[in-house]
């Protein structure tokens, strides 16, 4: 048995919420819900719900607005651009200066690379200091990632390929 401290009245322990601590809170559970139901008729418990409801619609609107441009042409040529720079070091104008320096083909073997999706069409650096090397199709940039970009096992593979291609 407890005593309420609102309204007095002895109550079994049952009439009286936990209060996370492993105890009772002092309240019963009628006066707890009866405190409960005057603080959300306040003026200020409005307000506060009035502007969390509010902070939530700004959030929406704004999402609403990132996946609409995400779906864009330009939103996204920019998130390929800023992977690009995240994962290579190498911005969206570099990228442009090596393309058009290489005649719009793979710095590798030559593959036009005009008529490829972006996804396609890889930015080659180097993995230790991030240093721009060039513009490659896929295959070739899976290539060099596959034999580690290691120039002996590069030409140990060419090698092999001489020797068994007659």
Known sequence: MKIC??????KPLTEFYLDGRGGRQSR?????WEAQKTHRASPEARERRRARAAVSEVRERARASSR???QTAKGKAYNVAWKRKKATGMSAELFRRLLEA????CAVCGANLRGLRQKDVHAD???ATKKPRG???????LALGMMAD???RLRAAADYLDRHSK
């Open 5 to 10: 401290t609102k309204c007095k009245a002895e």
């Open 28 to 32: 019963c559970k009628k006066c707890s």
């Open 68 to 70: 609409r441009f995400g």
């Open 102 to 105: 290489q005649g719009y083909s």
């Open 125 to 127: 650096h180097c993995h």
């Open 135 to 141: 513009v490659l199709c896929r295959n070739c940039n």
């Open 150 to 152: 290691n120039p002996a």
